[in-house]
């Protein structure tokens, strides 16, 4: 049996794999879940309604909530609006020697230094 390797991902492939923040979210979606989508409170896999707007957000018939693939995990209630970001900042904490800087990634994402001292530290969490 021959060894599977490891897949080298660089930053332009990444940026290729999810050119828009809906395909983003449903990679993350896909991530949490799977094929089907089931509500994070209450369990249900029947009766989960998509919402047009904002992408990615859905409704839950029996515990009549919303909830998206950010409910309830560190990454929830965030101010950062699209989740690329999340990603890339993933992909540079996991790429980097040495760890990363919030001052590093700062420049890289284009965002204020405590949005990217919030985010380097709700990642090291997960």
């Known amino acids: 049996m021959t060894k599977r390797r490891a897949m080298k991902l660089g930053l ?4 290729e794999l999810y ?17 089907t989508v089931h509500c994070v409170r209450c369990g249900n896999y029947e009766g989960i309604t998509p919402q047009i707007k904002p992408y990615g ?9 919303y909830f998206n693939c950010f409910t309830d995990t560190p990454l ?5 609006d ?7 900042a993933c992909y540079l904490l996991v790429t980097a020697r040495k760890g990363i ?13 405590n ?8 990642l090291r969490v997960v």
């Open 12 to 15: 332009f492939d990444l940026m």
């Open 19 to 35: 050119p828009t923040k809906e395909s983003a979210i449903d990679y993350l979606g896909r991530m949490r879940w799977g094929d």
């Open 57 to 65: 957000k859905f409704w839950c018939k029996e515990c009549r909530e």
């Open 76 to 80: 929830y209630r965030q101010k950062v």
């Open 82 to 88: 699209d989740p690329r970001k999340w990603i890339y």
């Open 101 to 113: 800087s919030a001052l590093q990634l700062k420049t890289e994402l284009n965002v204020n230094y």
């Open 115 to 122: 949005t990217a001292w919030y985010m380097l530290h709700r």
